[in-house]
Nanobody, 127 residues
C-alpha cells in the first residue's frame, strides 16, 4: 500500500515561513490530484490547497495570497510554501492524494475526494 510522507513542519514566529514537502514511497503521484489539509485537535480537518496534473490550483480563502502549492513530477513530490504565517495557521498538516485512475484534472478541495493520506506534520506559529 502506498504511503505518503510529509516533512518540513516545525515552530515559527508569526510572519515567518515554512515549506512542507510530501512524497510517496514506491508509488507515482504524477497522475494524481494532490492536496494539503490541516486539523486542529478537536476540530474538523479543513482543506488548505490542491493541485491537479495541469498544475491548476485551488486554495482556502484563509490562506490565499500567503500559501503556494506546487508539485515536481521529477521528484514525485508536492510542496506547500507557507509565508506570513499566523497563529491561527497552527495545526497538523496532512498531505493527500487521489487514487491513480488516469490523469486527475479535477479541482476539489474536499476531504472525500482524496484516497491516500500521510501521517501529518505539526506546524506551530507562536511568539
Amino acid at each position: 500500500q502506498a504511503h505518503l510522507m510529509e516533512s518540513g513542519g516545525g515552530s515559527v514566529q508569526p510572519g515567518g515561513s515554512l515549506r512542507l514537502s510530501c512524497t510517496a514511497s514506491e508509488y507515482s503521484l504524477n497522475a494524481n490530484c494532490l492536496g494539503w489539509f490541516r486539523q486542529v485537535a478537536g476540530k474538523e480537518r479543513e482543506g488548505v490547497a490542491t493541485i491537479n496534473v495541469g498544475h491548476q490550483t485551488q486554495y482556502a480563502d484563509s490562506v490565499k495570497g500567503r500559501f503556494t502549492i506546487s508539485r515536481s513530477m521529477e521528484k514525485n513530490q508536492v510542496y506547500l510554501q507557507m509565508n506570513s504565517l499566523k497563529p491561527e495557521d497552527t495545526a497538523r498538516y496532512y498531505c493527500a492524494s487521489t487514487a491513480t485512475t488516469g490523469e486527475c484534472w479535477y479541482i476539489a478541495l474536499k476531504e472525500n475526494f482524496f484516497a491516500l493520506w500521510g501521517q501529518g506534520t505539526q506546524v506551530t506559529v507562536s511568539s
